[in-house]
């Protein structure tokens, strides 16, 4: 196969790895833009690999733009900003990090950023500064509580949630989790049975799973009752797995003592800002600290796994030759 015929859109280039760019040359001829909706909409038309981040929805609409499409390349694990099942129907093979356990093993960057958020609620960070700012200079205002003792409750012990046990081991914490599917269990890391039982004991509680139909709302109404009104709840997994109506009462209520959250399930959506009940919330309360999914949005973390994709691509153009493929569903 020629690839200099393959047209490779770069969609997302703000501080792309140069040495993915790189690799990526080598396969087509790449250009390289960094496109609103409306932009990436009448780019498409002779693109043939299509890289995004998270910024757009690559749907039905996405997809019908791009009539030579074949392959789209993701540097996420998650892959909701993504209609799999038109991309499969369309003939579109889709690139992701989803599967990559031994190359996500050494991206710390997801797990690093749920410890800092971790921190910067149990001890009042943002709000400090703020006050700071504003010309006080108040310590008491700004009590916080330690970590070393408590109760670590994570749910999915996976390659992040390894990480923040391993954190919450190093700062003195009595660490717990819930996993039904992982096999080799961490030996020091006491090993919960069940959702309910996790809520009850922990106190600081955190999600490490991927969304799928049986994670999707799985911490709501009746999961958040079961943890203690002195609990804080952090989310840096998805939006869509947690009941956000349910976790905003608990907030208000005081049923919890706070949260911090990386995701908001509607954070596609262009109107977020002024519809979100949460993000409104948090303007007024300091027990709910949010942060605009940039979880993994480091700069080291994002070249590896740039580099990592662009090497994806090149094993699979050298693998599945285009132009043997059967012709897409048009």
């Not at 390289?32 to 780019?43: A, F, K, P, V, Y």
């Not at 694990?77 to 599967?99: C, F, Q």
């Not at 600081?204 to 804080?232: C, Y």
Request: include cysteine.
């Amino acid at each position: 196969m020629n690839t200099s015929t393959l047209n490779i859109l770069n969609a997302e280039s703000l501080d792309y790895s140069s040495a993915a760019r790189e690799i990526v040359s080598g396969v087509g001829d790449l250009q390289e833009s960094d496109l609103s909706r409306s932009e990436l909409l009448g780019s498409l038309e002779k693109v043939d690999v299509l890289i995004v981040r998270l910024r757009n929805q690559i749907n039905r609409e996405v997809i019908d733009a791009a009539p030579r499409l074949k392959i789209i390349i993701t540097a996420t694990t998650g892959l909701d900003h993504i209609d799999m099942s038109y991309a499969a129907e369309k003939g579109i093979l889709v690139l992701s990090l989803k599967g990559e356990i031994d190359f996500l093993r050494s991206i710390p960057a997801t797990a690093e950023h749920t410890w800092g958020l971790l921190l910067a609620l149990i001890r009042h960070l943002p709000w400090a500064y703020q006050s700071v700012l504003l010309g006080q200079w108040d310590r008491d205002r700004f009590r916080g509580r330690d970590l070393a003792g408590r109760t670590l409750g994570i749910v999915g012990l996976g390659r992040i949630g390894e990480k923040i046990a391993h954190y919450g081991q190093a700062f003195g914490m009595n660490v717990i989790a819930y996993d039904p599917y992982r096999k080799d269990w961490i030996s020091t890391v006491e090993r919960i049975s069940s959702l309910k039982e996790l809520c009850q004991k922990s106190e600081i509680f955190t999600l490490h799973v991927p969304l799928n139909p049986e994670t999707k709302n799985l911490i709501g109404a009746q999961e958040i009752s079961w943890l203690s009104s002195e609990a804080v709840l952090i989310n840096t997994a998805r939006g869509a797995v947690l009941k956000e109506a349910a976790l905003l009462e608990a907030l208000q209520n005081r049923r919890l003592a706070g949260a911090a959250l990386d995701v908001i399930s509607d954070e596609t959506q262009s109107n977020r800002l002024t519809t979100n009940s949460l993000i409104d919330y948090a303007r007024s309360h300091q027990n709910l600290l949010l942060s605009p999914h940039i979880g993994g949005a480091t700069i080291d973390s994002m070249h590896a796994t740039e580099i990592f994709m662009a090497n994806k691509l090149v094993q699979t153009v050298k693998s599945i030759p285009f132009d043997r493929r059967p012709e897409a569903k048009r």
